[in-house]
Nanobody, 122 residues
Framework: VQLQASGGGLVQAGGSLRLSCSAT????????MGWYRQAPGGQREFVAG???????NYADSAKGRFTISFDNPANTVYLGADSLKPEDTAVYFC?????????????????WGQGTLVTVSS
């Protein structure tokens, strides 16, 4: 399973970006996908998540400014980021929980994308 993230870049404070992450490979279906970020010198932190059934959840820092959505047929998750602030500068990673075949059973495995850099200038 591979997760390919894209959409990062340099944006001025107050601007917007849309990140995308597509899942490909050998999995049965997606259980949930999400976005995390890691600022320079910081730890990786949760930003937003969405289950295949639709419920979403957000970190407090993302509420009201970020929107996560999921295109089920395309196996792609999006993160719309508005009103960006310099403190949003980070490498953004997508995360996927996939149902995979494990012998005769199904199991859930977690996968990470390679990250896409978002830089917000003041």
């Amino acid at each position: 399973v591979q997760l390919q993230a894209s959409g990062g870049g340099l944006v001025q404070a107050g601007g917007s970006l849309r990140l995308s992450c597509s899942a490909t490979g050998n999995f049965v279906r997606i259980r949930a996908m999400g976005w995390y970020r890691q600022a320079p010198g910081g730890q990786r932190e949760f930003v937003a998540g969405i289950s295949s059934g639709g419920p979403t959840n957000y970190a407090d820092s993302a509420k009201g400014r970020f929107t996560i959505s999921f295109d089920n047929p395309a196996n792609t998750v999006y993160l719309g980021a508005d009103s960006l602030k310099p403190e949003d500068t980070a490498v953004y990673f997508c995360n996927g929980e996939m149902w995979v075949q494990s012998g005769t059973l199904l199991a859930v495995d977690t996968y990470w994308g390679q990250g896409t850099l978002v830089t917000v200038s003041s």
